[in-house]
């Protein structure tokens, strides 16, 4: 069974810094994280797989870094230098080791990435 919980959002300047965090529980290939600004479609930005193969999109390369602990048990989005473009619902989600919709990112594809989501977590970025 995957259940996903993520954590960590809340409101925070231009410029300033958060870490999300996703509680996770089953199994998976790959992680990610997903961003839903309003009145935009919900977009990946970050995904990881093997604890160690990263990818991440254009609008957020070199600011946010995906991570998991050792374990596999909790997965993170240190974010920094935010901007208000960052604004939005963020997600966790999970293949479960299942295949599914592909999706590009960074040059590589994904299989089923967004089978399994968590309830989402608030970042709201001030001027």
């Known amino acids: 069974q995957v259940q996903l919980a993520e954590s960590g959002g809340g409101s925070v300047q231009s410029g300033g810094s958060l870490r999300l965090s996703c509680a996770f529980s089953?199994?998976?290939?790959?992680m990610g994280w997903f961003r839903q600004a309003p009145g935009k479609e919900r977009e990946v930005v970050a995904a990881?797989?093997?604890?160690?193969?990263?990818d991440y999109a254009e609008s957020v390369k070199d600011r946010f870094t995906i991570s998991q602990d050792n374990a596999k048990t909790m997965l993170y989005l240190q974010m920094i230098s935010l901007n208000p473009e960052d604004t939005g619902m963020y997600y966790c989600?999970?293949?479960?080791?299942?295949?599914?919709?592909?999706?590009?990112?960074?040059?590589?594809?994904?299989?089923?990435?967004?089978?399994?989501w968590g309830q989402g977590t608030q970042v709201t970025v001030s001027s």
């Open positions: 989600a999970a293949d479960g080791g299942k295949g599914g919709r592909q999706l590009n990112l960074g040059g590589t594809r994904y299989f089923g990435l967004t089978n399994y």
């Open positions: 990881i797989c093997s604890s160690r193969f990263t």
């Open positions: 089953g199994y998976s290939s790959c």
